[in-house]
């Protein structure tokens, strides 16, 4: 493990150097620095990617799901993720929040398109050890290629998880939503009515006008010019959305009192 992902085990600050951190290279095999591509200049840009202080943790704690499109449409050569900086950001994004956290109660999981991908983390919680699984998932997925362009199968899961958490529930999702399942709309409802806090990071495309419309969902779009740090402050504001007093961080909030989403039309 190369020393930008041992660092994901130890305190982060604020700003971190995104030219140690956000090329793919730096999640393999060897210790040498990363240049994050510029498309103004073929020079290493050193940029600073600035995380708000995490609130306090919340009484139940909070879980958060992170689902990751890996098929060869976002990480193929052409595809949809060119810059691929998401692995890395979300690593940077885990640990700033780790840092803060005292209560043991919160927790990550890392859902891929795939099944059975060795990518895959059940609910971890952000501790030592914790943080080293979610940190070696991320690693798997940044070396490899998935086959399944469908949200779906990752949504099964995540709801019947969600279901059976104490505390509140996150899920961001990072995909291009160019969905092969049978019946992409009926998924992007299932998606709107999740119960807790939504962020679509779409991933080049054109994001649905459906998830753009509605007021109870986050959406990041990222291209080859998105500067460093936007896939970043969406884990982040799942991590943190349910935080204290930053309860209501993120580009949406979904209501707090009630873990039920109002019902739904395709």
């Given amino acids: 493990m190369n020393t930008a992902l041992r660092e994901a085990l130890s305190p982060v600050p604020a700003a971190v150097n995104a030219s140690r951190l956000?090329?793919?290279?730096?999640?393999?095999?060897?210790?040498?620095?990363a240049e994050p591509k510029a498309a103004a200049s073929p020079d290493p840009v050193e940029v600073a990617i600035n995380l708000a202080p995490p609130g306090s943790c919340s009484a139940g704690g909070t879980t958060t799901f992170v689902v990751l499109d890996e098929?060869?449409?976002?990480?193929g050569s052409g595809g949809n993720d060119?810059?691929?900086r998401r692995h890395a950001e979300a690593a940077l994004a885990i640990r700033h929040v780790a840092a803060a956290c005292r209560c043991r109660r919160d927790r990550v999981?890392?859902?891929?398109?795939?099944?059975?991908?060795?990518?895959?983390?059940?609910?971890?919680?952000?501790?030592?050890?914790?943080?080293?699984?979610?940190?070696?998932?991320?690693?798997?997925?940044?070396h490899g290629m998935g086959l399944s362009s469908e949200l779906g199968p990752p949504l099964d899961?995540?709801?019947?998880?969600?279901?059976?958490?104490?505390?509140?529930?996150?899920l961001v999702v990072f995909s291009d939503l160019l969905l092969t399942d049978q019946n992409p709309s009926t998924v992007?409802?299932?998606l709107r009515a999740f119960p807790g806090y939504v962020h679509a990071v779409v991933l080049g495309a054109i994001p649905p006008s459906v998830l753009v419309d509605d007021p109870y969902v986050a959406v990041t779009r990222l291209t080859p010019s998105t500067p460093p740090g936007e896939a970043a402050h969406a884990v982040f504001d799942g991590l943190n959305h349910y935080r204290s007093p930053s309860s209501t961080t993120g580009s949406a909030a979904h209501p707090t009192e009630s873990p039920h989403r109002k019902e739904l039309s395709a």
Avoid: K, W
């Avoid at 098929?71 to 990480?75: E, F, I």
């Avoid at 899961?157 to 996150?170: I, L, N």
């Fill in 22 to 33: 956000l090329d793919p290279r730096s999640l393999g095999p060897g210790d040498h620095r």
């Fill in 71 to 75: 098929s060869a449409g976002v990480t």
């Fill in 82 to 84: 060119p810059l691929s």
């Fill in 109 to 142: 999981a890392l859902v891929p398109f795939d099944r059975g991908s060795a990518g895959f983390v059940a609910p971890q919680p952000l501790t030592r050890n914790g943080l080293r699984t979610i940190t070696r998932g991320l690693q798997r997925l940044s």
């Fill in 157 to 170: 899961y995540v709801e019947t998880q969600a279901s059976q958490q104490r505390g509140d529930v996150a």
């Fill in 188 to 190: 992007l409802t299932r």
